[in-house]
C-alpha cells in the first residue's frame, strides 16, 4: 500500500505552522552551547523572550546549582552526536518560578548549529503525581491516559497496550495487538536493522533511556517514524519490557527541515553565506597542496531594488529564484552557488583557468540578458560580476570574497558588466 505519508512531506509554511503553533518549546544551540533560535512557546512556558537569552553560553533559565560546567559536560555528550532524550528536569521561569520539564536535546553538528532542543512543560503533570502518590492505581492511571504509546512484552509476546497504543498502531482494538510482538510492527525492508533493534530490545541489563528510531507499519498498511524506549520491569517476579513509543513523523521531517535551514538559503534553494564560506575554505585547503587555481564570482542584479520596489516584493522574490536557476545551470557539478543575501550571490569555480573563467562569463551575461516572465510581466534585468583568482589576488576566503565584492563595485559602475580584480 501506498505510503502517504512519504507522498506528502511537509512544506516550508507547514513546517513555520507548527513551529509557531507547537505546545514544546524548541530551540537551536549554537556550537558554544548558546540559544540562537526558539519558537513562541519557549516564551509561553519560561517566560523568557528570544532576544533574552540569545547568545548565552549558560542560559538564564538554568537552575542556580546547574552550573556552566553541567552545561558544558551535556555540551560534550552532544558534540559526540550522542542526543539526550526525554529526561526530567527543572527550568527557572523568568518570573522565578520552578518549571519542571521533560527535556530532549538531538544532536545535530551542522556547521553553527550544534543541537536542537525541545522541552515539555510537565509542571501540571509532576503536581499531579505527586498528589495522588506512588500507588499502582495512579499509575495505571497515568499509563491509560498518556498521550505516549505503552506496550508491555512479556515472553515475546504482548501482554499490554494502553488506548494511545492502540490508535498510533491504528488497531481497531486492543485484541488485535495483544500475542503478537513489536518486532511484528517493526519495517520489513530493514532486515538489518531489524535484527539490531530486537538484540537491544532484549538486553534487559540496562534501561535504553535513548531512543530507538524505528520505522512502524500500522494495521492499514501506512508506515510512521517513531521514539521507542524500552525499559525492563519487574513484574511477578518476572522481567518484562517496557516500551514507550512517541510518533515523531513530523518532528523528523521537521528536524531535516532545520538542518536544511541551517545550510541553504531557503528561497533560492542554493547553500547560504556560512556555508559557501566552508565550501570555499574546504577547498583553499585542498589547492594549497594541490597548486590548482579557482575563481570566485561576486554577482548581483541590477537595478533589483527599482524592480523589487515597482513590482512588488513578491515579483522581487521570484525574480532571485529564477536568476539563481540560472546560475545553476552556468556552472558545473563541482562549482558552488551560494547567496549572500538581498540580490548577491557568490559562484565557486573550482579547478579553472583565468581565460576559461571570462569565456564563461560572457555566456553567462549573455543569459542572464535573456528576459523573465513572472506574474505576466516581462522583465529585463542585467547583472554585474566581480571576479576574484586564486591564488594571485588571496589565499584565503575573507580576502577572495572582499576582492571579489571590490571588482563588482568596478564592474557596476558600468552594468552589465563583469571585472576581474586589480589593484
Known amino acids: 500500500m501506498d505510503n502517504p505519508v512519504d507522498e506528502l512531506e511537509p512544506t516550508i509554511e507547514e513546517y513555520q505552522m507548527i513551529w509557531e503553533n507547537t505546545n514544546d518549546a524548541i530551540f537551536i544551540l549554537r556550537n558554544d552551547g548558546a540559544v540562537i533560535q526558539a519558537n513562541p512557546a519557549l516564551t509561553d512556558i519560561l517566560g523568557w523572550r528570544l532576544e533574552e537569552v540569545k547568545g548565552y553560553e549558560r542560559p538564564p533559565f538554568f537552575m542556580d546549582d546547574f552550573t556552566l560546567e553541567n552545561h558544558q559536560s551535556h555540551l560534550d555528550v552532544l558534540r559526540r552526536g550522542e542526543s539526550i532524550a526525554n529526561f526530567e528536569t527543572q527550568r527557572k521561569h523568568k518570573n522565578g518560578t520552578i518549571i519542571e520539564v521533560l527535556a530532549s536535546y538531538r544532536a545535530i553538528n551542522k556547521d553553527h548549529v550544534l543541537a536542537v532542543a525541545m522541552y515539555k512543560d510537565i509542571t501540571g503533570e509532576k ?6 502518590g506512588i500507588a499502582e492505581s495512579c499509575y495505571r492511571t497515568l499509563v491509560e491516559y498518556s498521550p505516549d504509546a505503552i506496550l ?3 515472553d515475546d509476546q504482548l501482554s ?3 488506548p ?3 490508535k498510533l498502531l491504528g488497531a481497531e482494538s486492543l485484541h488485535q495487538i495483544i500475542g503478537k510482538t513489536i518486532s511484528d510492527f517493526i519495517e520489513p525492508n530493514h532486515a538489518h536493522d531489524k535484527g539490531h533493534f530486537m538484540e537491544i530490545f532484549y538486553d534487559l541489563e540496562k534501561v535504553k533511556t535513548k531512543p530507538m528510531i524505528e520505522k512502524l ?3 492499514d498498511g501506512t508506515k ?3 521514539e521507542i524506549i524500552a525499559i525492563p520491569v519487574k513484574h511477578g517476579g518476572e522481567m518484562v519490557i517496557q516500551a514507550i513509543i512517541r510518533d515523531v513523523t513530523v518532528r523528523k521531517y521537521y528536524e531535516e527541515q532545520l538542518k536544511y535551514m541551517a545550510t541553504y538559503d531557503p528561497m533560492t534553494g542554493v547553500v547560504n553565506r556560512n556555508s559557501f564560506i566552508m ?3 574546504q577547498v583553499i585547503e585542498q589547492e594549497n597542496e594541490s597548486a590548482e587555481t579557482f575563481a570566485v564570482l561576486y554577482i548581483d542584479l541590477d537595478k533589483f531594488k527599482h524592480i523589487n520596489d515597482s513590482l512588488g516584493h513578491g515579483v522581487g522574490d521570484e525574480l532571485l529564484i529564477e536568476f539563481a536557476n540560472r546560475l545553476g545551470r552556468n556552472i558545473r557539478d563541482l562549482d558552488v552557488v551560494g547567496r549572500v543575501g538581498g540580490d548577491e550571490f557568490l559562484i565557486l569555480f573550482r579547478d579553472i583557468e583565468k581565460g576559461k573563467v571570462e569565456m564563461i562569463v560572457k555566456r553567462m551575461l549573455a543569459n542572464f540578458n535573456e ?3 513572472i506574474e505576466g510581466n516581462e522583465i529585463h534585468s542585467t547583472s554585474s560580476i566581480g571576479i576574484a583568482m586564486y591564488p594571485v589576488d588571496g589565499n584565503d576566503s575573507s580576502k577572495l570574497i572582499n576582492k571579489a565584492d571590490q571588482a563588482l563595485y568596478r564592474a557596476k559602475e558600468k552594468r552589465n558588466h563583469f571585472e576581474f580584480y586589480s589593484e
Open 164 to 166: 494511545a497504543a492502540v
Open 160 to 162: 499490554f497496550a494502553n
Open 371 to 373: 528576459p523573465y516572465m
Open 127 to 132: 503536581s499531579t503525581k505527586h498528589k495522588l
Open 224 to 226: 510512521i517514524w517513531v
Open 152 to 154: 508491555v512484552q512479556n
Open 217 to 219: 507499519v500500522r494495521f
Open 279 to 281: 565550501a570555499l575554505d
